[in-house]
């Protein structure tokens, strides 16, 4: 389904939900899940949903290392595509954003202590994001547009800072479409179904149906064709072969 309505390949399709599966440390039976996110996550910003997988591919890993779930990750690649940051590019504004944070510079450390914000949920582990994004927000709103600036250019990195400042500008956008990733299971069985109405909704699941069918073929087959072709590679390289080609030239040169 994810294929149908994200215009790709079953197989791009598949190693972009299990790939998020593994990163975030979830279940295979989750991966219906995960397609209904990116979908979701795609239907409700500016972009596709083949650009969402791209983001969510560059950005999965370190979200999982700093305790970003897939539904925080996804509201915010979200809120970025609605500023025309989307694919790969998202992805790394929100990796940078994150490492920023949580390993930050002895700069970005000070304008952190500064501001009173600090990653320890005071029980050994980190605040997620959402909370140390909620804090960085109300923490800033003290201070005039000239020196949040200066905060938050000391804080992060160029990409860093976008991502930042888009997200604590848009935080009530961000916490929304947060909650439609919680709520987004079965979604993309409804949009098949809607697509399932057109001819290239038709047309597009026939093709993922006879690519997936191709490949299944292909590797019940693969032995056999792999002894045919080991076979004809001996033909080729017999001495039987070698003089019929031979007296083949002596007879053109004739």
């Given at each position: 389904n994810l294929a149908v309505i994200g215009e790709m390949s079953v197989a791009e399709a598949a190693l972009s939900a299990t790939g998020a599966v593994s990163a975030f440390g979830l279940k295979l039976d989750d991966v219906s899940r995960v397609g209904d996110i990116f979908a979701k996550a795609a239907a409700t910003s500016n972009t596709s949903v083949s650009a969402m997988t791209e983001?969510?591919?560059?950005?999965?890993?370190?979200?999982?290392?700093?305790?970003?779930?897939?539904?925080?990750?996804?509201?915010?690649?979200?809120?970025?595509?609605?500023?025309?940051?989307?694919?790969?590019?998202?992805?790394?504004?929100?990796?940078?954003?994150?490492?920023?944070?949580?390993?930050?510079?002895?700069?970005?450390?000070?304008?952190?202590?500064?501001?009173?914000v600090t990653t320890d949920d005071g029980m050994g582990g980190l605040k997620n994001s959402t909370q140390l994004l909620g804090e960085l927000r109300k923490a800033l709103s003290g201070f005039n547009e000239p020196a949040r600036a200066d905060f938050l250019g000391d804080i992060f990195t160029v990409r860093g800072q976008k991502a930042a400042s888009t997200i604590i500008e848009n935080l009530a956008l961000y916490k929304v479409r947060m909650q439609e990733a919680a709520e987004a299971t079965g979604f993309t069985n409804v949009a098949v179904a809607k697509l399932e109405d057109s001819t290239t909704g038709a047309m597009k699941r026939m093709q993922n149906s006879v690519s997936g069918s191709l490949a299944k073929a292909f590797a019940s087959s693969q032995p056999a064709l792999q002894a045919l072709i080991s076979d004809l590679g001996a033909i080729a390289r017999s001495q039987g072969t070698v003089d019929l080609l031979t007296a083949m030239a002596d007879g053109t040169l004739r």
């Amino acid at each position: 389904n994810l294929a149908v309505i994200g215009e790709m390949s079953v197989a791009e399709a598949a190693l972009s939900a299990t790939g998020a599966v593994s990163a975030f440390g979830l279940k295979l039976d989750d991966v219906s899940r995960v397609g209904d996110i990116f979908a979701k996550a795609a239907a409700t910003s500016n972009t596709s949903v083949s650009a969402m997988t791209e983001s969510m591919r560059q950005a999965s890993t370190v979200s999982a290392v700093y305790g970003s779930t897939i539904e925080e990750t996804a509201a915010a690649l979200g809120v970025l595509a609605k500023i025309n940051v989307t694919g790969s590019a998202a992805g790394t504004a929100y990796t940078n954003m994150l490492t920023n944070l949580y390993a930050p510079t002895k700069q970005a450390a000070a304008a952190l202590k500064d501001l009173g914000v600090t990653t320890d949920d005071g029980m050994g582990g980190l605040k997620n994001s959402t909370q140390l994004l909620g804090e960085l927000r109300k923490a800033l709103s003290g201070f005039n547009e000239p020196a949040r600036a200066d905060f938050l250019g000391d804080i992060f990195t160029v990409r860093g800072q976008k991502a930042a400042s888009t997200i604590i500008e848009n935080l009530a956008l961000y916490k929304v479409r947060m909650q439609e990733a919680a709520e987004a299971t079965g979604f993309t069985n409804v949009a098949v179904a809607k697509l399932e109405d057109s001819t290239t909704g038709a047309m597009k699941r026939m093709q993922n149906s006879v690519s997936g069918s191709l490949a299944k073929a292909f590797a019940s087959s693969q032995p056999a064709l792999q002894a045919l072709i080991s076979d004809l590679g001996a033909i080729a390289r017999s001495q039987g072969t070698v003089d019929l080609l031979t007296a083949m030239a002596d007879g053109t040169l004739r």
